[in-house]
């Protein structure tokens, strides 16, 4: 059996008793290439989340629109009865095309049914925390979100959803949203070169949000890569350990959900929770950041 280790320490998500360590694990891996289709190898990824569990992972990270169905069915094979300190946040917003295309489900029929669609595919009577997905396909736009967080609000009364959160979101919309529900999470685009939401984390902190950046690990530049590559032979470790002790280290609310079909690559990932990077590297990592724009 792994060993649990402290991962990160923990965050308590605000207004609620929902407890998690700041080190998670995202299931959207989990799928077949593309995210479509059930994996490779079903035995291997429920290993996957098996291990994670077993090394003191307590919050997963997932969808419905991922496989479609398929890894929040594999979640529920792997764990299912889930122990009581797991957290299962899940995202609605939007569904997947024939053609593996992604594809805005906002509508209030189409959400009520992606809430159902969650519910019965991880084999839950309520939902922990579920995300509203609005935005591009990686950057927020500014539309109004009061219509599909409304409907999200009206489930929440409904009981089968204990608390709202939000993904690919402006902090106008943050502010909207906040109008309807108390808002317990924020998905972003984030990471050591993508830093477009710096300020945007410091306010969600100043209001104890948890901020959970999505692609914490790609789109980088050939330059920032050398870099990041840098700092980490200078450590000893490899640059997704870099990456990730960054992210532990910018903000105390920041939660982590690096996502992996490798037992291999998973280990690797929950170590960087103990990975404290000296202040000279995280000024150089610092320094790579593209341009604001």
Known sequence: MPQQTDLAGS???????????????????????QVWGPPRDVDAAIGVLREAIE???NHIDTSDFYGPHVTNQLIKRALHPYSKDLVIVTKVGARRG????????????????????????L????????????GGVMKPSEESIEEPLTVLAELQHQGLVRHLGLSN???R???????????????NLYNVAQRDDDAFIDQLAMQNIAYVPFFPL????????TALAAAAASLSVTPIQVALAWLLQRAPNILLIPGTSSVEHLRE???AARLQLPPETIAELDSIAGPKK
């Open 269 to 271: 990932n929950l170590e």
């Open 55 to 57: 090394s003191g992972v």
């Open 123 to 134: 084999g839950l009577d309520r939902l922990d925390v579920v995300n509203l997905r609005v």
């Open 11 to 33: 965050f308590t998500l605000p207004g609620t008793t929902l407890t998690v360590n700041r080190m998670g694990y995202g299931a959207m891996q989990l799928a077949g290439p």
């Open 218 to 225: 790609g789109g980088f530049t050939p330059l920032q890569s």
């Open 169 to 171: 979101i402006t902090p």
């Open 98 to 121: 024939a053609d593996k295309s992604w594809i805005p489900a906002l509508s209030r029929q189409e959400l009520i049914d992606a809430v159902h669609d969650n519910l019965q595919n």
């Open 173 to 187: 919309q943050l502010a909207e949203a906040q109008k309807i529900s108390q808002v317990v999470c924020v998905q």
